[in-house]
Nanobody
Framework: QPQLVESGGGLVQPGGSLRLSCQSSALTFEYYAVGWFRQAVEKEREGVSWMDSTGGTHNGTTYYADSVKGRFTMSRDSPQNTVYLQMDNLQPEDTAIYSC???????????????WGQGTQVTVSS
């Protein structure tokens, strides 16, 4: 089972920023769709952003949930085989466990992803 490892979570004040990283030693991200999901306490997991594979139907395009559009930026460093989620202007409602996932098709539906990381906690609080 390929492993995905997230890092970069932590505690930040409202209005602050964090950058999450997702790495894999077994999967080459540019060949897959990669998604970021989050799950807050007592809430359903929700898609935050996803990026299509290079050469995929959406050819590397990145998509964002309305709740994070304009504040979060997803990017991929192919030589480092790392996917990032830059999160700016964080708000308490962004508090959740954030996980990266890999699949063939992408989208905001978690069922489209085959491999998942363990997640990293993001807490936004004053």
């Amino acid at each position: 089972q390929p492993q995905l490892v997230e890092s970069g979570g932590g505690l930040v004040q409202p209005g602050g920023s964090l950058r999450l990283s997702c790495q894999s030693s077994a999967l080459t991200f540019e060949y897959y769709a990669v998604g970021w999901f989050r799950q807050a306490v007592e809430k359903e997991r929700e898609g935050v952003s996803w990026m299509d594979s290079t050469g995929g139907t959406h050819n590397g395009t990145t998509y964002y949930a309305d709740s994070v559009k304009g504040r979060f930026t997803m990017s991929r460093d192919s030589p480092q085989n790392t996917v990032y989620l830059q999160m700016d202007n964080l708000q308490p409602e962004d508090t959740a466990i954030y996980s990266c996932a890999v699949g063939p098709w992408g989208g905001f539906n978690q069922d489209e992803y085959n491999y998942w990381g363990q997640g990293t906690q993001v807490t936004v609080s004053s």
